[in-house]
């Protein structure tokens, strides 16, 4: 019962991520939040979660901005 709870929230999460990806709103950051919800119960999510935060390790790396950015 508590998977599916989690499922749902992090899901209604994301998909809300997603909506503000083509609406005003910080639409990357609320699916990052539903992403880190989901890998609370979820491998898949927690792959996801870690892949997401790598690729953005690397951009800053990239851009030269500093590590507390």
Do not use: Q
């Not at 749902?8 to 639409?27: F, H």
């Amino acid at each position: 019962m508590k998977k599916f709870f989690i499922a749902l929230v992090g899901g209604t999460v994301v998909l809300i991520g997603i909506a503000m990806l083509v609406l005003p709103g910080p639409g990357m950051l609320i699916i990052a939040c539903g992403l880190a919800i989901l890998a609370t119960e979820f491998i898949w999510a927690r792959r996801a979660l870690r892949n997401a935060k790598g690729a953005v390790a690397r951009v800053r790396r990239k851009s030269g901005l500093k590590e507390w950015w």
